[in-house]
């Protein structure tokens, strides 16, 4: 028995939600980026289909699929063992800090992007091993530098989890992105509103109208893209994948009884083997010597009362690992690849540096608070109160990529590509929009929805000027 996000018992496995997106008319899609695909005699409309991902290939053992499925699965677990605000690491989660650049790298260059021992991106950590610094050096409204922001890293990656998996309150995913508008764009205390920054100052419910015509025209683009692809690609969740190769044993030693191609890989301190000495060889008295086991967070069935209780991070059974998510929710009930938060939130960053003329939030930076031991849901905490901070549009959405990592719902490979899906969709559902709101300044470079590069930008009435000049 489960219970979905509208509060309903559900006691049988829930149906696959929304693989017919391929068949809802978009905004600002067009043929040429529908790819139709069969699969099972049924077929399947794609848009901005990316690929197919990596598989579980047992069949050669060396194989880069196999060693990348495995290498991005075992990142998943590993970060699943950050959440212990205990641990001792901490980390300036501040502007200072972490920066994202826009990168969307290949699969080959996902090991340089990607900190699999660390956790988040390997830019933010210095090459002796230290962290920080490597992020934004001043704020270019106020010209000070920003300033540091240290929190355990534990309590960084449960808040992040927590606050990209419903929105800050209870939206959808793009429900983000509508209060992240509201909440630091839309205001009057953001500055008086001009369309692409430029251009004359437009009257705040107009404003507000054409921002939410472009912004909810990108989010039902890129889900229209990212669940078409769902349903072609069926691929499987972190849960499923974790727990099935670790059922089939271990893929390092070869001269074990319980070695299997399609096994998890050995590292010592993460995935080990269970001996006669592990604190797991009698766990509810069973004999589970041979069995694999995994440091990482225990997961839900430790957390007796929520407002109180941490499971903390230790060894478990890999078989019973969970993602960083309430008992009665799991995991989402509709295929992985790709992410649509790693979609939503690339695209809506795109369109926010569009619509403002800046990459920066007004003001040089955004900021949300955690209270301690009040912001959690799943479980007590944070440890501490502090404000997550974002200075760019990218850097927001970069958080909210890599949270569905640290919360255990995508790995890597559902990450990288939806973000590159995302920095298209946001585009060209800007432009698309500015043809509706703008129409007589649109029309006067063919009214397509995709502006020419030598397009004056702020020039709205298309006479060569910007403003009243």
Not at 230 to 257: F, N, W
Request: hydrophobic share 40%; glycine share 12%; charged share 20%.
């Amino acid at each position: 028995m489960s219970i979905d996000q509208s509060g309903e018992i559900v006691t049988e496995v829930p149906p696959f939600l929304g693989p017919e997106w391929g068949d809802v008319f978009g905004f600002a899609l067009r043929d040429s980026n529908l790819t139709a695909v069969m699969r099972d005699t049924c077929l399947y409309n794609t848009y901005h289909n990316p690929g197919p991902p990596v598989y579980l290939d047992t069949t050669i053992a060396s194989s880069f699929d196999e060693s990348f499925y495995k290498w991005g699965f075992g990142l998943v677990i590993n970060w699943s063992g950050h959440l212990d605000p205990s641990d001792g690491v901490m980390w300036d989660v501040g502007p200072g800090s972490l920066k994202y650049d826009g990168e969307t790298p290949p699969v080959e260059d996902f090991a340089s992007f990607y900190d699999w021992e660390n956790g988040g991106l390997t830019s933010w950590h210095n090459a002796d091993g230290t962290f920080g610094g490597n992020g934004h050096q001043v704020n270019p409204f106020t010209g000070l530098p920003y300033e540091p922001n240290i929190v355990p890293r534990g309590d960084y990656g449960r808040v992040i989890a927590e606050f990209w998996a419903d929105g800050p309150d209870s939206e959808t995913p793009p429900g983000h992105w509508f209060t992240l508008l509201n909440e630091f764009i839309l205001i009057p205390e953001s500055g008086a509103h001009r369309w692409r920054g430029q251009g004359p100052i437009i009257e705040d419910q107009e404003f507000n109208v054409k921002s939410y015509l472009a912004l909810a025209g990108a989010m039902h683009d890129c889900a229209i893209s990212a669940w078409s692809n769902k349903g072609y690609y069926d691929y499987i969740r972190p849960v499923s994948a974790i727990r099935y190769m670790a059922e089939k044993g271990q893929s390092t030693d070869p001269t074990l009884s319980n070695y299997h191609p399609a096994g998890l890989p050995l590292v010592p301190g993460l995935i080990e083997v269970v001996g006669d000495a592990h604190p797991l060889a009698d766990f509810g008295g069973v004999d589970h010597v041979g069995d694999i086991a995994i440091r990482t967070w225990k997961g839900p069935d430790y957390i007796e009362i929520p407002q109180i209780d941490e499971a903390g991070v230790d060894w478990i059974l890999a078989e019973q690992w969970w993602p960083y998510q309430r008992p009665s929710f799991v995991t989402p009930p509709f295929a992985g690849y790709f992410s649509g938060h790693s979609a939503f939130s690339r695209a809506a960053a795109e369109l926010f540096e569009m619509l403002t003329g800046s990459p920066y939030w007004p003001g040089g930076m955004a900021e949300w608070p955690a209270n301690q031991n009040q912001f959690l849901v799943f479980e007590d905490g944070p440890s501490v109160t502090f404000n997550l901070q974002w200075a760019t549009f990218m850097d927001a959405s970069n958080e909210s990529a890599l949270s569905r990592i640290w919360g255990g719902i995508h790995p890597p490979i559902d990450d990288s590509p939806a973000r590159e899906v995302g920095r298209v969709v946001g585009v060209n559902a800007f432009n698309f929009a500015e043809t509706i709101v703008f129409p007589d300044w649109a029309m006067e470079f063919g009214g397509d929805g995709f502006i020419p590069s030598e397009a004056c930008v702020g020039d709205f009435n298309a006479d060569g000027h910007i403003g009243s000049a």
